[in-house]
C-alpha cells in the first residue's frame, strides 16, 4: 500500500543546512576548508564553557535535569523574570516548533516576511497552518502590512529581528506602533538570535512587552555569539501562561546535561561577548568595505553576517567560492549570505571573491 502523507508535507522540502566542512573536504579534496555559512561565533565558546564541560563525561548515563533548574534561574536572573517566564529548547528552533504545535489548529494563520528565517514556514506547515507571507521593504520588515495581514484566524507573527538572512532590523519606535495595533490573541515572537551583535540603540526592547504582560515570546539561542551551536541550546522568555502551555508540548528531556552547564557558563561570560562583539565590529567593517572595493553591494547589517548581491547567478557564485573551499550561503537569485568570520578567514573570502568574480567578467 502506497503512504498516504499530507500534501502540506508532500509541500515541504529537507532543510538545507550551511555545508559540513567535512563534508567539502571528501568532496574536494582541500586542506583547508573555511566555514562562513551559518553564522556561528569565529571564536568559539567562551573558555569557561569549555571548562564547564569537563567531567561531563560522568553524567552521559543520566537523564538531564528535565526543568533545567539552574540554567533557567540564571536566565530569569539575567533578564528580570520569573522562572516560571522562561522555556528551553534543543536551540531555539524547537522553541518554534513548540509555538506552532501548541497554538495552531490546521488553517490558522501565521504571520511572517519574505525573506525571513525559513524555519518559521516550516514547522508552520507542518502542523497543517497556514504562512502567511508578507514581503521585505528595502530588506526590512513591513510591520505596516505585517499588522494589516491579521485576520481572526491568525494566531502567530514572526518577527525576526534583526532579520536573518537580511541583517537588518525593525526600531523600538516600529514595534511600538505593531504592538499598539496587534490583537491580544495574536502572539509575537521575536526571534532575537543575533540581538547580541546589534549596534543601534534603535533596538526594541522585547523583554519589556513581555513584562507588560502582553503576549509576546522573545527567543535567544547560545549558538549564535556563544558559540554553543553544536550543543542545541535555546530560550524563550514569556507570559507565565504561554511558557506553560508549550511545557504541555515541550519533550522533557530537550535541553541536554553538556548544554545546560556549557550555556550557564556562557551566560555568566560578559567578558567573552564583548570580545566577539569587538572582533566581529572589525571584521564586519573589513568585509563591508572588501566587498565595496569588488563593487559589490551589501546591506548594512547590525548582525555577524553581511547580505550582498552578486550581480549573476549567485549559485554559480556560491559553487565557484566553495571550489576555492570557501562556503557561503546562498540565498536566492543573486543574493548570498556570509558570516563575519576572523580576520585571516575574511580576507580569505575576499580574495576567492575577487578570484570568482574576475573569471565570469
Ligand atoms: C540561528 C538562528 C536561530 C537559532 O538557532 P538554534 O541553533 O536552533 O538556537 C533562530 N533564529 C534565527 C533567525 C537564526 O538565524
Known amino acids: 500500500m502506497a503512504l498516504q502523507v499530507h500534501p502540506d508535507i508532500l ?6 543546512p550551511g555545508k559540513p566542512i567535512d563534508e567539502l573536504q571528501r568532496e574536494l579534496g582541500l586542506t583547508r576548508i573555511i566555514k562562513l555559512a551559518s553564522n556561528e561565533n569565529p571564536l568559539g565558546p567562551s573558555p569557561k564553557a569549555v571548562a564547564a564541560l569537563s567531567g561531563a563525561q560522568d553524567l552521559l548515563h543520566r537523564y538531564p535535569d ?29 522553541i518554534l516548533g513548540l509555538l506552532a504545535r501548541t497554538f495552531l489548529i490546521p488553517g490558522d494563520e501565521a504571520i511572517m ?10 514547522e508552520v506547515t507542518a502542523v497543517h497552518g497556514k504562512p502567511v507571507v508578507v514581503p521585505l521593504v528595502n530588506w526590512t520588515h513591513d510591520l505596516e502590512s505585517m499588522v494589516r495581514a491579521v485576520t481572526p484566524r491568525t494566531r502567530l507573527l514572526f518577527l525576526c529581528n534583526p532579520n536573518n538572512p537580511t541583517g537588518t532590523i525593525v526600531s523600538a ?3 511600538d506602533r505593531l504592538m499598539a495595533k496587534v490583537p491580544d490573541d495574536v502572539i509575537v515572537v521575536f526571534d532575537e538570535a543575533y540581538c547580541e551583535y546589534v549596534r543601534t540603540p534603535r533596538f526594541p526592547d522585547a523583554i519589556a512587552y513581555v513584562k507588560q504582560g502582553r503576549n509576546v515570546i522573545v527567543l535567544r539561542t547560545f549558538s549564535k555569539i ?25 519533550p522533557p528531556f530537550n535541553a541536554n546535561s553538556l ?5 550557564l557558563a556562557a551566560l555568566g561570560d560578559d567578558e567573552h561577548v564583548a570580545k566577539s562583539r569587538t572582533v566581529n565590529a572589525a571584521g564586519m567593517e573589513q568585509v563591508e568595505n572588501g566587498l565595496r572595493a569588488l563593487g559589490v553591494t551589501s546591506i548594512p547589517s547590525e548582525t555577524n553576517f ?3 548581491d552578486a550581480k549573476q547567478d549567485g549559485r554559480l557564485v556560491f559553487e565557484a567560492l566553495l571550489r576555492e573551499g570557501i562556503i557561503v550561503r546562498h540565498i536566492d537569485g543573486a543574493m548570498l549570505r556570509v558570516t563575519i568570520g576572523q580576520p585571516d578567514e575574511n580576507a580569505a573570502f575576499l580574495q576567492a571573491l575577487k578570484k570568482v568574480l574576475d573569471g565570469s567578467r
Open 259 to 263: 548544554a545546560q552547564k556549557a550555556a
Open 113 to 122: 516576511a519574505d525573506h525571513t528565517f525559513v524555519i518559521y514556514k516550516m
Open 306 to 308: 553581511l547580505y550582498f
Open 173 to 175: 519606535e516600529a514595534v
Open 66 to 94: 528535565g526543568s533545567a533548574y539552574r540554567l533557567r534561574q540564571a536566565i530569569a536572573d539575567r533578564w528580570k523574570v520569573a522562572e516560571g517566564q522562561v522555556i528551553l529548547g534543543n536551540g531555539s528552533d524547537e
Open 226 to 250: 556563544y558559540g554553543l551551536a553544536g550543543l542545541r541550546i535555546g530560550y524563550g522568555i514569556s507570559t507565565v501562561e504561554i511558557i506553560d502551555y508549550l511545557n504541555r508540548v515541550r
Open 11 to 16: 509541500s515541504l522540502s529537507p532543510y538545507v
